[in-house]
């Protein structure tokens, strides 16, 4: 995560919490946050093309449950450094 970028965080499927999604231009916040539902969820996707900062405030820093339909659109997101990546636990 670069200085200045924002990135998407999304859990889809997370039971009765439905999606859950964030917006992190905080590494260290993006860290607490993901470490909170690891292992309660089935995967934590983050977007490594940073998107558009004024998704910040749809939720600035931090995950909120049923946020399905509240992604930014593709073209909202920056290209050229990546696509979708999976982060699982170690378990």
Excluded: W
């Excluded at 916040?29 to 998704?55: I, K, M, Q």
């Excluded at 659109?73 to 999976?86: C, E, H, K, P």
């Amino acid at each position: 995560m670069a200085p200045g970028d924002v990135h998407e965080v999304r859990i889809p499927k997370a039971g009765r919490r439905g999606t859950i999604s964030g917006y992190f231009d905080d590494a260290d916040r993006f860290s607490e946050a993901v470490d909170a539902v690891n292992g309660t969820v089935p995967g934590v996707y983050l977007t490594l093309n940073p998107c558009n900062p004024a998704l910040l405030a749809r939720a600035a820093n931090r995950l909120q449950d049923r946020a399905l339909g509240t992604g930014g659109t593709f073209a909202s997101y920056s290209m050229g450094r990546g696509a979708l990546r999976q982060a699982t636990s170690a378990a």
